[in-house]
């Protein structure tokens, strides 16, 4: 029974022996194969206890050095090369053979200097292909559309207010479609929140609006069922719906029956009739209240189903048109500048100075992501040129030890083209060998970018970059480029070196010249690294001034949730207003809730709304912008919970009802413009085309960065929702402690209000102000690891030169120490040539960082291009970076025994 | 120029008559006091060493151990005594050179 287990073990480690084997050659095995096994198990049985685990890991190290070692010696069966007699052979599969093989040897002989040049490549070929793929899945990979670049958006212009993307007024958009001719189909769409109940907890659904045509215009084919069908937009017909991909398959496991039968949103039944396909998130419906977040069921959108017809001063939808076969964008574009100058002389009230505006829709999609990954682009393509001068320069230190080799072919016969054939070869070798490590770096650095990734750059299809084949095509045009150039230059001096002089000399070359190229390395790497430093400062420098922006509320210590009171169950202003009551009495009643308080638009959620105003006492110059303010509705508790200071004034009180007079608060920004002297407090405004009377302005509150940090603030008003009650809700609590822990209390509490009642837009106030810098965030971090990887990489390198300027000068300094030279005097010389070229290399720098850096001016926030901070501490760094990694060499070039250094050099 | 220590090893072991290959490295691993020799060293140098005819394989000596077929033998060949001879003669120019003695009685 003993003898049993031990044979099978045994059976085993010859089964994983063999596995070894195949390290080697299939010759080698077939005929050595039996007696390695045998000496292998002979081994075997020798070994106990540890002993076994370090056999294992020595025959391990052993088949794998031996084995492919073995395949690079020279076999019986082929022809003896002896290429530097023969006559240069032509160009063949053999001789190309040959020089893979020989390469190869070679990189084998330099174990630690070939890892250090595939570990350069690999990182300058990973990063460039990772962010090609991101490139690739942005910029150039076309739209999920049928024909895309025949797809535009319409928008409404104010060229006065400098707006070109305002959305569309119903009326507009109905007038549009009806008089254009440029386009096969026009379409809109506008973004809302539903609630789905009846399955399971209730959820708010972001919810898409669109008009009967609009998937056709875009060319979009369900994945199940289908999509509207014509008049299913008009009242009566319209209780249909479609689902996006995401939502089928999170909410419905994916079940394709769900078509045909019904879902209640909003508490009305709608029969789901097909079911959108996976590629389309992300590439529409981009203004949802968060930007990047897209639709999960699409309904019709309803344009004149009302007794009153379709407005035309409430601007809330976007317009998607395909223009006809041979129409160009300009030529749509000029059709839609007469239809939009017609109306607005159609309409002077409502479209005074108003235009439409035709963009290509790729362009709208594409615009907000292009200048940063552009940039990233260029900023990693840098880094791979600092990438090839550290190895051109690793090779040509190589290629310094070679020259013999080279000299002596060369001498017996080898063509000097047959030479460098052989060193192109080399590089070509390493430079694939790096790019195959590299594709592993992009493969692992793109998982991270796209996990990183702000939804801004998201929506712009980011999250579908990955290793396919453009990009490995790209990968490989890449590694041919580097092989040639990281080659050319030591192949063209090592082709020179073949012309038999180093034979002479005994090995050693013209010293000078040689140093003069690697010194201009150094200048090289220099001025690159500057480049990188100079953009990545100015990214960061930018986003601290955001971050040191105050927001006008506080954000620690705030939960947000939304709800929205569906119209079929909350029909009448009072209804509203009752269920608020309950719910502000609810939520402030909470354990642990110091104060709770909503609005309609929360600060940073991306939704707004403005309104025409006029101002009692104020007169508009003809030529100024319209008067206008963004409105909030809010709860009397709202300043409190969120924070918002009161500069003047007083807030809403509970007083502020139904019945009382009509007030509101104005923000300083709004106090400011309108109210020069001072005194808003006190002042009247109403809207325009508004019924009611005057309303009073009883407070003033400070600025609040509504929508994002770096964003200007604009006048702002607010209202009292008891006397302009709102639908949408959104909470804001103010919590004594982690906010998380309130969340089941809020769900609790709103559902004892109403149970069919979904919770949407649950964060901390922290988490939304943290999303909107994320894709500053993102850029500044990607830039600035860039250019910590190009610094260490030129830190590399210039060490690299000057240990080996050193080595070759051992025999000078020795001599001129034993002159009487100093050490210290040699310390400062060799620091002096490293310095020298640094400062040339960061004068090119800075004038090339001057000369480029306004291309980034459209991604700087109060930081101008030539920020003198930015330039001076990447000047700072890279001669910090230069001395240290000249010091080392330096040092020794101290520490140099002249008597030693003599000898070697007489010897 | 100088041969491998394992080349010259395995031109010693073979000095006096064929051997196969466990029965090689058994006798290297005697002189070696035990420094253990992996098969995967070992046998490309005996292909190595095949390639470059200092080495030929031969028939099994008619005492040999017939149990077991899978063994190969070897033998020396006219180049692989010269090489053996002229490495042998290096490292005793080596041992007779005075500075390398004096080197050795001072330790």
Request: aromatic residues 6%; hydrophobic residues 45%; proline residues 6%.
């Amino acid at each position: 029974m003993t003898f049993e287990p031990s044979r099978r073990r045994r059976e085993r480690g010859v089964r994983m022996y063999r596995l070894l084997l195949r390290l080697f050659p299939a010759d080698m095995r077939a005929a050595f194969g039996e007696e390695m096994v045998d000496h292998f198990v002979r081994r075997r049985a020798e070994a106990k206890g540890r002993a076994v685990a370090s056999l294992w890991f020595r025959a391990a190290i052993d088949a794998a050095r031996h084995g492919l070692g073995a395949r690079l010696d020279r076999v019986p069966s082929r022809r003896r090369h002896t290429h530097a007699v023969q006559p240069a052979p032509r160009w063949s599969m053999e001789s190309l053979r040959y020089d893979v093989r020989h390469s190869a040897r070679m990189m084998m002989r330099q174990p630690s200097l070939t890892a250090a040049i595939l570990l350069t490549l690999a990182l300058g070929v990973g990063a460039n292909t990772a962010v090609f793929s991101v490139v690739h899945a942005v910029l150039l990979r076309p739209l999920p559309f049928a024909d895309p670049d025949r797809l535009v958006m319409i928008w409404e212009k104010r060229p006065f207010e400098g707006v070109f993307d305002n959305p569309v007024s119903p009326a507009d958009y109905l007038d549009w479609a009806r008089q254009a001719t440029s386009f096969t189909g026009v379409a809109a769409n506008t973004t809302t929140t539903t609630d789905l109940t009846g399955s399971g907890e209730p959820v708010q659904l972001r919810t898409a609006g669109v008009t009967s045509g609009f998937f056709d215009v875009l060319g979009v084919r369900p994945l199940h069922g289908r999509t509207f069908a014509p008049g299913e937009d008009a009242m009566g017909r319209h209780r249909v719906v479609v689902l996006s991909f995401s939502l089928w398959r999170d909410r419905f496991g994916s079940d394709a029956s769900i078509v045909g039968r019904h879902v209640q949103l909003n508490g009305i039944a709608h029969e789901v009739i097909g079911v959108l396909p996976p590629d389309l998130e992300g590439s529409i419906g981009e203004r949802t209240s968060t930007p990047g977040e897209i639709a999960e069921v699409w309904a019709p959108l309803v344009l004149n189903g009302g007794p009153e017809p379709p407005p035309r001063a409430a601007h809330f939808l976007s317009v998607y048109a395909r223009l006809k076969p041979g129409v160009s964008v300009e030529s749509a574009r000029a059709e839609m500048d007469r239809i939009g100058a017609q109306l607005s002389v159609d309409f002077p009230n409502e479209n005074r100075n108003h235009g439409a505006h035709v963009v290509a829709l790729r362009e709208r999609i594409v615009a907000p992501a292009r200048t940063g990954l552009l940039v990233v682009m260029g900023s990693v393509a840098f880094l791979l040129l600092i990438a090839c001068t550290n190895v051109a320069n690793l090779l040509m230190a190589r290629g310094a030890g070679r020259r013999r080799e080279m000299a002596i072919r060369s001498a017996v016969g080898a063509a000097r083209g047959r030479l460098l054939r052989q060193t192109l070869t080399e590089s070509l070798l390493l430079a694939f060998v790096g790019g195959a490590v590299g594709l592993l770096v992009a493969w692992w650095t793109i998982g991270l970018l796209v996990g990183a990734t702000p939804p801004a750059l998201r929506a712009a299809g980011l999250e579908r970059a990955q290793l396919d084949l453009p990009v490995l095509g790209f990968a490989t045009a890449l590694c041919l480029l580097v092989g040639f150039v990281v080659g050319l230059v030591p192949a063209w001096r090592m082709g020179a070196a073949a012309d038999a002089e180093p034979l002479r000399e005994g090995g050693r070359g013209p010293v000078a010249l040689r140093r003069g190229i690697r010194l201009a390395l150094i200048a090289t790497e220099v001025a690159l690294t500057v480049l990188l430093l100079v953009g990545a400062g100015l990214m960061l420098r930018s986003f601290g001034r955001v971050l040191a922006q105050p927001v006008g509320f506080e954000t620690a210590n705030r939960l947000t949730a939304t709800v929205v009171l569906p119209r079929s169950r909350y029909g009448s202003a009072d209804a509203v207003r009752r269920a608020r009551q309950s719910l502000d009495e609810r939520l402030n009643g909470i354990g642990g809730v110091i104060a709770a308080g909503a609005s309609n638009n929360l600060p940073l959620s991306g939704s707004d709304s403005r309104q025409g105003i006029i101002i009692d006492g104020f007169e508009r110059r003809a030529d100024a912008p319209p008067t206008r303010a963004n409105t909030r509705i809010v709860t009397s508790r709202y300043f409190e919970a969120t924070g918002i200071s009161v500069r003047h004034g007083r807030p809403f009180a509970a007083t502020d009802d139904a019945r009382a007079p009509l007030v509101v608060v104005i923000n300083e920004t709004m106090a400011r413009r309108y109210w020069r002297g001072g005194g808003a407090v006190g002042g009247r405004v109403r809207f325009v085309g508004d019924k009611e009377p005057w309303r009073e302005v009883v407070g003033v509150i400070g600025d609040v960065r509504h929508w994002g940090l770096d964003r200007e603030v604009v006048p702002e008003l607010y209202m009292p929702h008891a006397q302009q009650p709102s639908s949408t809700l959104s909470y804001v609590l103010h919590t004594s402690s982690d906010p998380v822990a309130a969340v089941a209390a809020v769900k609790a509490q709103v559902a004892a209000v109403d149970p069919d009642l979904p919770l949407g837009d649950v964060r901390t106030m922290d988490d939304v102000a943290a999303r909107s810098v994320a894709a500053r965030r993102w850029s500044a971090l990607l830039l600035g690891l860039l250019a910590l990887v190009g610094t260490f990489l030129a830190g590399a390198g210039i060490y690299g030169v000057m240990a080996h300027v050193v080595s070759l000068r051992t025999s000078e300094i020795g001599i001129r120490m034993t002159l009487g030279a100093r050490p210290l005097a040699m310390l400062r010389q060799v620091l002096f040539e490293a310095l020298s070229q640094t400062a040339v290399g960061l004068f090119i720098g800075l004038a090339a960082a001057y000369a480029t850096a306004p291309a980034l001016e459209s991604m700087l926030y109060e930081v101008r291009a030539a920020d003198p901070v930015a330039f001076v501490a990447s000047a700072g760094v890279v001669l910090v970076v230069a001395m240290l990694a000249a010091a080392v060499p330096a040092l020794k070039a101290m520490r140099v025994d002249p008597v030693q250094a003599v000898r070697q050099g007489a010897a | 120029m100088p041969l491998k220590p394992i080349v010259l090893e395995v031109l010693l072991a073979l000095a006096d008559e064929p051997r196969h290959g466990w029965d090689l490295v058994a006798d290297m691993q005697r002189r070696l006091h035990g420094e253990s020799i992996l098969p995967g060293n070992f046998y490309r140098t005996l292909r190595r060493m095949l390639v470059d005819g200092l080495i030929q394989e031969t028939v099994a000596p008619r005492d040999a151990d017939s149990s077991d077929e899978r063994r190969r033998y070897f033998q020396l060949t006219e180049a692989g005594r010269h090489a053996a001879a002229a490495e042998g003669r290096r490292l005793q120019s080596l041992v007779n050179d005075r500075r390398l003695r004096r080197l050795l009685r001072a330790r």
